[in-house]
């Protein structure tokens, strides 16, 4: 259980287009959701944390106007990057949590990552 | 503040056993976290400590001393693809990670 995906895995696109990433919880229903970048050979960069149905919060440094994030359901959350530049090609990563502790044991409600898009800008 | 260190780097011998050690400090703590992480991959989860003692699972262990703020990951019988970062996160009192940067394990033959 817990399986994350992610789409698309992989995208090229044009400087100055935007670019939708999407996040889904398979089995189970994520109360938040995170957001993370990476670029290579470095760890990872928390983006952003949503809650369903409330707007997202951004780390410090993140353009919350460039970086749109909806999590409209508890199994879906979206990232747009808007007016995308080839600075922004990175690795985009989304993490799924269900409830946080409580009877279903320790690690509950501990992240379970997408796969990850691979983001090229051109 | 809220801080996890862990080394940058380490070389180990197929076969051999190696030693993954991250200190942690965090404001609150609700358990500890190892990620696997291959290259060009997401992250997936290896274990999950938040008693002291060592928790073992197939050829991983993890090892939690919170009064010392610290965990290590013991690999046994490496194989080749072990190859990979290992990443050390920490759960905090609102039930946020706090990330390290990553120990690439570097697996030579």
């Known amino acids: 259980g817990a399986v994350v995906s992610q789409h698309p895995s992989w995208v090229i696109c044009k400087s100055g287009t935007s670019v939708k990433i999407e996040c889904r919880s398979l089995d189970f229903q994520a109360t938040t959701m995170f957001w993370y970048r990476q670029f290579p050979k470095q760890s990872l960069m928390l983006m952003a944390t949503?809650?369903?149905?409330?707007?997202?919060?951004?780390e410090q440094g993140v353009e919350k106007d460039k970086f749109l994030i909806n999590h409209a359901s508890l199994t879906l959350s979206t990232l747009t990057v808007t007016s995308a530049h080839p600075e922004d090609s990175s690795f985009y990563i989304c993490?799924?949590?269900?409830?946080?502790?409580?009877?279903?044991?320790?690690?509950?409600?501990?992240?379970?990552f997408g796969p990850g898009t691979r983001l090229t800008v051109t | 503040g809220q801080n996890i260190d862990q080394p940058t780097e380490m070389t180990a011998t197929e076969g051999a056993i190696v030693q993954i050690n991250c200190t942690y400090q965090?404001?609150?703590?609700?358990?500890l976290f190892w990620y696997q992480q291959h290259a060009g991959e997401a992250p997936t989860f290896l274990s999950y400590n938040v008693l002291d003692g060592l928790e073992e699972k197939g050829r991983f262990s993890s090892f939690l001393s919170r009064s010392k703020g610290y965990s290590y990951l013991l690999l046994k019988e490496l194989q080749m693809k072990d190859s990979a970062s290992y990443l050390c996160a920490g759960w905090d009192s609102n039930y946020q990670l706090i990330w390290g940067a990553g120990t690439k394990l570097i697996i030579k033959p």
């Open positions: 993490s799924a949590r269900g409830l946080v502790g409580g009877a279903q044991g320790p690690g509950e409600g501990r992240q379970y």
């Open positions: 965090t404001s609150g703590f609700n358990g």
């Open positions: 949503s809650n369903e149905g409330s707007k997202a919060t951004y």
